[in-house]
């Protein structure tokens, strides 16, 4: 039992990372797209994005591939929500860090989340849970020896950013 624990802790935390990562590459790529020029997303200054990977690790926890895929939508769709909103609250409220405002946009709440962007989430997260997760549930089976010490690599590299990002920036 403990062994099983360990392992599906090393897939979150694998799986956190993988998607974090690709977000920041995702978003950085939109932003080259649409805006024409770089901006870094997020607050921290590593190559991730957290609030995605957050947002992974909820799906994993609570969406049942066995359910219906339109009730696993509406699932996903509220779950990404409800992180982006708690996600944009901390930041601004907390550490007084506007990362996005969507004020403009239509049935915005408080700026936080919109139904626009919610519905995009939604489609993220089902894509993810659908297409991405099996294939990443695959690598990790593949390599599981050597995605301990990669885990314990970016674990380390997350909080130093987090520590540098606190204290010094």
């Known amino acids: ?47 991730w994005c957290p609030v995605y990977g957050t947002t992974f690790l909820f799906l994993l926890l609570l969406i049942e591939k066995k359910d219906s895929p339109i009730y696993n939508f509406v699932k996903i769709f509220v779950i990404a929500s409800i992180v982006e909103y708690l996600a944009s609250f901390i930041s601004g409220e907390i550490f007084h860090n506007v990362i996005w405002d969507y004020s403009g946009r239509f049935l915005n ?17 089902f894509i993810m849970m659908y297409r991405i997760e099996p294939w990443l549930r695959r690598i990790y089976i593949r390599f599981q020896d050597r995605i301990k010490i990669i885990n314990m690599i970016f674990v380390s590299m997350f909080f130093l950013d987090i520590f540098i990002n606190i204290f010094f920036i």
């Open 1 to 47: 039992m403990k062994k099983f624990i360990n392992r599906y802790w090393e897939y979150m935390i694998f799986s956190f990372f993988c998607i974090s990562i690709s977000a920041w590459f995702l978003e950085i790529i939109f932003s080259l797209v649409v805006r024409g020029k770089l901006v870094s997303p997020g607050t921290l200054s590593g190559p």
């Open 109 to 125: 709440i408080n700026g936080r989340i919109c139904l626009g962007m919610s519905f995009s989430f939604g489609l993220l997260g």
